[in-house]
């Protein structure tokens, strides 16, 4: 690429750092109103330009498809991926009760949309896309990796504490009713429970678990990974013996705080950033 050209597209992508924009600027079609709960968005974190990497991640914040931790699992992740040469997009999606399946997956393949479209604008690779959840997040993370269409395929997929069950004794009971109600039909409960749709087509996917994790079992990571294990899934799992759920980078906590230096680790094994950071 050109000199002036590349100059340029950094230019253009360090006026969109930490910007905020609607991912539907004329409203979804499926909105229940016009307040914020109806607007879904997309925060932008771009690296700096010495360490762009060429790579981004959509990052999916928990709190159960009823809340979202956009700080500790927003915000604090996306900063930290920026450290990496990575540019990060945090996504703010739809919730229940408000909001019901499929409003939560239409977002975050909008998102993938959005960013794919836009990839040479932000200085990435239009297959180097791919998408972070952490807990209800890493369901919806989960389910981006498991249902999608050409455009929407995110190109790799990291899974922090997920929900990823809704049919097994592991599933977290407020997801499954934020997303689906109270009486969801039963095939689409086994749609959206995760472990039961990996396929070869599934992108390569890391995940991190806790085994003191009584929130959300880590027998859902485990269920996932024989899933991609299964279909020969380009995957990697690690699950610390302490550690509470919705611990986000886990900075203070000794042990468990390691969990993102595995994650730059995989970032590089699968050349996802440059070798040097």
């Known amino acids: ?23 539907y600027p004329n409203g979804a079609v499926d909105a229940r109103g016009d307040t914020d709960a109806d607007k879904p968005s997309l925060t932008h974190y771009l690296p700096s330009r010495d360490k762009a990497a060429g790579t981004a ?12 931790a956009m700080d500790h699992e927003g915000r604090q992740v996306a900063e930290w991926l920026n450290g990496q040469g990575i540019a990060a997009f945090v996504l703010k999606y739809r919730l229940g009760p408000r909001y019901r399946h499929p409003s939560m997956i239409n977002d975050a393949h ?5 960013v794919r479209r836009r990839a040479e604008t932000f ?19 989960a389910t981006a990796a498991t249902h999608f269409e050409a455009e929407t395929r995110p190109d790799f997929a990291i899974l922090a504490y997920p929900v990823i069950s809704f049919t097994t004794d592991y599933v977290h009971k407020g997801s499954r009713r934020n997303l689906l109600g109270d009486n969801p ?9 995760n472990e039961l749709q990996v396929t070869a087509r599934t992108p390569p996917v890391f995940l991190f678990h806790t085994n003191e994790d009584t ?33 986000g980078l886990a900075q203070q906590l000794p042990a ?3 969990w993102p230096a ?5 970032f590089k094994t699968r050349g996802l950033v440059k070798a040097a950071q």
């Open 256 to 258: 468990l705080n390691q």
């Open 262 to 266: 595995l994650l730059a680790a995989w």
């Open 1 to 23: 690429m050109p000199v002036l050209k590349w100059t340029l597209l950094l230019a253009a992508a360090a006026l969109a750092q930490d910007k905020t924009e609607l991912l």
């Open 185 to 193: 039909d039963p095939a689409l409960v086994e749609n959206l429970s």
């Open 123 to 141: 200085g990435v690779a239009p297959d180097r896309i791919g998408i972070l959840g952490f807990s209800a997040g890493g369901h919806l993370a």
């Open 57 to 68: 991640v959509i990052v999916c914040p928990g709190g159960g498809y009823g809340a979202l």
């Open 215 to 247: 929130g959300v079992p880590p027998e859902n990571s485990i269920l996932f990974y024989l899933a991609l294990r299964k279909a020969k899934v380009p995957a990697e799992m690690h699950i610390f013996e302490p550690g509470r759920h919705g611990v």
């Open 110 to 114: 909008q998102a993938i949309r959005m």
